[in-house]
């Protein structure tokens, strides 16, 4: 059974900055792709960004697009989201998945494993 744990998120004001983080138990973290999913109230939970397996590919949803990055160090079981120029409309509960692929996955079926979300808020 593989857990998820993430960590980094709070309350920031727009423009601000914060590096979301997520742990992964397991031995086999590197060899799948991983991503980040974000869920505002009252709306669905939406893809961010995704990683592939050894990080030399990433992709981005066009709203996070050159503010947001995905890393991951395999070392650590530990992927990341660095965000920067934030907005209030990026306010949301943020969870980090596991893909069931090695390669980058946009979409939330295509990842089996879930934390339990950290809350991201963002003030105007």
């Known amino acids: 059974q593989v857990q998820l744990v993430e960590a980094g998120g709070g309350l920031v004001q727009a423009g601000g900055s914060l590096r979301l983080s997520c742990v992964a138990s397991?031995?086999?973290?590197?060899?799948?792709?991983m991503g980040w999913f974000r869920q505002a109230p009252g709306k669905e939970r939406d893809f961010a960004a995704t990683?592939?397996?050894?990080?030399?590919?990433?992709g981005y949803a066009d709203s996070v697009k050159g503010r947001f990055t995905i890393s991951r160090d395999n070392a650590k079981n530990t992927v990341y989201l660095q965000m920067n120029s934030l907005k209030p409309e990026d306010t949301a509960v943020y969870y980090c998945?596991?893909?069931?692929?090695?390669?980058?996955?946009?979409?939330?079926?295509?990842?089996?494993?879930w934390g339990q979300g950290t809350q991201v808020t963002v003030s105007s």
């Open positions: 998945a596991r893909a069931s692929r090695t390669w980058t996955q946009y979409m939330a079926d295509e990842y089996d494993y």
């Open positions: 397991g031995r086999t973290f590197s060899s799948y792709a």
């Open positions: 990683i592939n397996w050894n990080g030399g590919s990433t």
